[in-house]
């Protein structure tokens, strides 16, 4: 499919000199950068990303908590 867009020059300068260093088409690179951008904008994907965060959270406590208990059991009160 093709589409016509208007860009600020100096996005598209920073555009074709990324293009050129990673030796992409212009398309194949705006492609790529919509398809991240829709990525990050899919509220699956965000969930998704939350739970990964939340769960080496979780993680963190328990060994957090472990930890205190250790020191706690070896400690004279």
Do not use: C
């Amino acid at each position: 499919m093709k589409a016509a867009i208007s860009l600020p020059d100096d996005v598209f300068q920073a555009a074709e000199t990324l293009a050129e260093a990673r030796g992409w088409s212009r398309s194949r690179l705006y492609a790529e950068a919509l398809r991240q951008y829709l990525k990050r904008q899919d509220p699956d994907e965000i969930t998704a990303q939350l739970n990964v965060v939340a769960e080496e959270v979780s993680h963190e406590q328990v060994l957090r908590r472990k930890a205190n208990r250790s020191a706690l059991m070896a400690s004279d009160w």
